[in-house]
């Protein structure tokens, strides 16, 4: 395993919530990160732990291979992948995230 991808899967499987996103949960830097950090406070995650992207150029591009998904956000619950910020809403509309978020 490379350094870059277990760096990655230390912080998957080290938060029971990780999200990667572009910016903070305080100051987003793209509207889909900012949705996503939004869908989880309304969902209730008190708490949630982040990671920037545009911090760390080897992480913005080894995230995309590591879940197969090829944008940023991405959201990691209980160490599944879960999905980018569009999946986020239709799961948080339909009640599923909430009830993801919930469990333990």
């Known amino acids: 395993m490379s350094d ?3 760096r990655i899967d230390e912080l998957v499987k080290g938060h029971r919530v990780m999200l990667f ?7 987003p830097m793209c509207g889909f990160s900012g949705r996503a950090v939004q ?5 209730g995650a008190e708490q949630f732990d982040t990671f920037n992207v545009l911090e760390d150029e ?11 998904w090829p944008t940023i956000p ?5 160490g599944e992948f879960v999905g980018g910020s569009d ?9 599923e995230l909430q ?5 333990r």
């Open 99 to 103: 009830q993801l978020l919930c469990r």
């Open 58 to 68: 080897e992480v913005r591009q080894a995230i995309k291979d590591y879940a197969n």
């Open 87 to 95: 999946i986020m809403m239709e799961m948080y509309q339909s009640g």
């Open 74 to 78: 991405q959201l990691y619950v209980n």
């Open 21 to 27: 996103m572009k910016g903070t949960a305080q100051f």
């Open 39 to 43: 869908v989880l406070k309304a969902c």
């Open 4 to 6: 870059v991808r277990q």
